[in-house]
């Protein structure tokens, strides 16, 4: 089993900046991708950006350029720095990290983004 820890979140204008984190302990061996989801009222999640491993990163069209995705694979955390921040942004984010044959996800973390 993995462990999330999320942190980070809450409430800020709009053009704002916040940072999120989550530290995964346990099972933390050949684990492969860490990403951030986030669930909008009435909408499904959706991916926002994901790292894998090696570094290489992927990022949903609406966040690229305002957000960066980042790993310790020292601390087994990653994070996500979001940038110029929109009300459309507001969301439940979630962390997620994904090994060979699970996948783990953490208890979720709210923004809020005031226009």
């Known amino acids: 089993q993995v462990q999330l820890v999320e942190s980070g979140g809450g409430l800020v204008q709009a053009g704002g900046s916040l940072s999120l984190s989550c530290a995964a302990s346990?099972?933390?061996?050949?684990?492969?991708?860490m990403g951030w989801y986030r669930q909008a009222p009435g909408k499904q999640r959706e991916l926002v950006a994901a790292i894998n491993s090696a570094g290489s990163t992927n990022y949903a069209n609406s966040v690229r350029g305002r957000f960066t995705i980042s790993r310790d694979n020292a601390k087994n955390t990653v994070y996500l720095q979001m940038n110029s921040l929109k009300a459309e942004d507001t969301a439940v984010y979630y962390c997620?990290?994904?090994?060979?044959?699970?996948?783990?996800w953490g208890q979720g973390t709210q923004v809020t983004v005031s226009s």
């Open positions: 346990g099972s933390i061996f050949s684990i492969n991708v």
């Open positions: 997620n990290v994904v090994r060979p044959s699970s996948e783990y």
